[in-house]
């Protein structure tokens, strides 16, 4: 389901009503995957009563809830990436999200239906403009290569955060992430991250690894590490 529409929902109990009352709270189902949100609910009166009917001078009763509204779209089992948005249907952040776990996000190589062909020759950006990409279930990415398609974090944010989860990510330039562990890539504990034909490149970090932060099993095959800048370790730690 989409997210809670944005206007307030008033419930108002009449005089002598008992004390629970059922109400709807509208969502949008846009048919779109979305990660599990939740709403933090504030449930009070806008006047207390005192016995005697008149209006309390004491400050009005307020309890706090938090509901969660749990996504019910089925995970993408063949997820493709077909532009390069920042978010959005075709987004390498939406695939990631939908992608079923175990499964493996791919990169358009047709022009069909409107996408973009990634194997075209062409270099190609993806602009992270709503923060990192979180990964956590076990993935695999396949970029179609470091030279074609690169992933920026903008200067803003870093661009992979991986969970404790087994993740192989290929074929992709990294650059332009920043935070305070892992500018580029941060890999939590537990599970396994493998980088295959990797550019890891103008990453900042002011804490540790400039360009990766990883915790636990780490491969690197035929990546390159180069410009990162850290507090401690530039390159990755």
Not at 34 to 45: C, F, K, P, R
Not at 99 to 115: D, E, Q, R, Y
Request: contains cysteine; negative net charge; hydrophobic residues 35%.
């Amino acid at each position: 389901y989409g997210p809670v529409t944005p206007n307030p929902v008033i419930v108002t109990f009449a005089d002598g009503e008992g004390p629970t009352k059922t109400f709807d709270i509208p969502i949008i189902n846009d048919g779109v995957y979305e990660a599990d949100e939740t709403v933090n609910l504030s449930i009070g009166s806008t006047t207390v009563l005192r016995p005697d009917g008149l209006t309390s001078t004491d400050s009005p009763e307020v309890s706090t809830a938090v509901l969660t509204i749990t996504n019910d779209e089925p995970c993408n089992p063949n997820p493709v990436v077909t532009n390069t948005a920042d978010a959005g249907p075709g987004s390498l952040r939406q695939m990631v999200l939908e992608a079923c776990p175990n499964t493996t996000v791919l990169f358009s190589n047709t022009t069909a239906g409107g996408a973009t062909n990634f194997h075209d020759g062409t270099q190609r950006t993806i602009t992270l403009t709503t923060g990192e990409i979180g990964i956590a279930k076990n993935l695999t990415i396949v970029g179609p290569g470091a030279s074609f398609v690169t992933v920026s974090g903008n200067n803003s944010s870093r661009v992979f955060n991986i969970g404790g989860v087994t993740a192989s990510i290929s074929g992709l330039t990294i650059t332009g992430g920043t935070s305070t562990a892992g500018g580029g890539i941060r890999k939590s504990t537990g599970g396994a991250l493998r980088l295959t034909n990797m550019v890891v490149t103008g990453n900042t970090s002011t804490g540790f690894g400039g360009g990766l932060y990883a915790i636990g099993a780490l491969t690197i095959i035929d990546s390159t590490f180069s410009g990162n800048h850290a507090g401690n370790a530039g390159g990755f730690l």
